[in-house]
């Protein structure tokens, strides 16, 4: 999903039919159709209830517009925030290495793919607790959490990220694994003493099972490349539900499913012009596809 099409979705009810928005936009109408169509399969909805007299709101295309209307107009206040502001002071976003690959990345790319530009620099942290502690002291403006946090700081939910299971392609594992499923199987984990590696190791003492250590790495980026290479699996969460794995990995969903609610933390005295809007199209967007 994309801002672009949720600006066509709601230029089509506008206008009264596609190829009217089309014509609004400065598109060609088969563009705008199919990248509608792609929303809808995305979302697995329908959004229009096409006949012969045109275009017709589902219910759920209703919902949704309601929605994307909101995210549109969150997009345009930080556009018109960021082109004000120039190029000055970044905004800091402190957040572990996963989440910032997972979501302030995907997030930061998107807003500037539909023009709105935001300075940023990016601070890795080892956990929540470690996120809150410099958005608190003020080193940075914006704070990602993927765990519950007790502070003072404003708290902003955006939503949920799935935990699943990253496996090489070759490793003969059900289509959907139970926890049980991590016993003596070969993982890549946090180095032993670190906060994440303590995290890991309370969650599998609670479920009674004793995976094998493969590869000890806090380096997240090497996670995936290690197990791309077929030495061991590992515990992956993200935003993206639909992410598609490195060459040579699968990604395998927990049965029940697991997931890790999303937070941002600021300060409420926090100066940064374009946190607020930022913020609030961040939020718009997780319920759009909560």
Do not use: K
């Amino acid at each position: 999903m994309n801002i672009q099409q949720l600006r066509y979705v709601v230029a089509t009810v506008d206008h009264g039919s596609m190829t009217a928005a089309a014509a609004a936009v400065f598109v060609a109408q088969p563009a705008l159709s199919r990248a509608v169509r792609q929303l809808e399969r995305e979302l697995g909805i329908t959004i229009f209830e096409r006949s012969g007299r045109g275009v017709a709101l589902s219910p759920e295309g209703a919902e949704l517009v309601r929605r994307a209307r909101g995210v549109l107009t969150s997009i345009d206040a930080l556009q018109s925030v960021a082109s004000a502001t120039g190029s000055g002071a970044p905004l800091v976003i402190a957040a572990s290495p996963t989440l910032q690959a997972a979501l302030a990345v995907p997030i930061l790319a998107a807003l500037r793919g539909h023009g709105v530009a935001v300075p940023s620099r990016l601070v890795g942290c080892a956990s929540s607790a470690e996120v809150v502690d410099l958005v608190a002291a003020g080193t940075a403006d914006l704070g990602i959490c993927d765990s519950a946090v007790e502070s003072d700081l404003v708290q902003v939910s955006i939503g949920r990220a799935e935990v699943r299971l990253f496996s090489p392609a070759a490793l003969a594992l059900p289509d959907r694994v139970r926890v049980s499923d991590l016993a003596g199987l070969p993982l890549v984990l946090p180095t032993a003493g670190s906060r994440r590696r303590a995290a890991l190791d309370a969650f599998f003492d609670r479920c009674g099972v004793a995976p094998e250590v493969a590869v000890e790495t806090d380096e997240r980026n090497v996670w995936l490349a290690a197990v791309a290479a077929g030495l061991a699996s590992c515990i992956w969460h993200s935003a993206e539900a639909a992410r598609v794995p490195a060459p040579g990995v699968v990604a395998r969903s927990f049965d029940p499913p697991i997931h890790r609610d999303l937070t941002t933390v600021h300060r409420a005295d926090d100066p940064s012009p374009v946190l607020a809007p930022l913020l609030e199209a961040v939020r718009q967007m997780g319920a759009l596809v909560g």
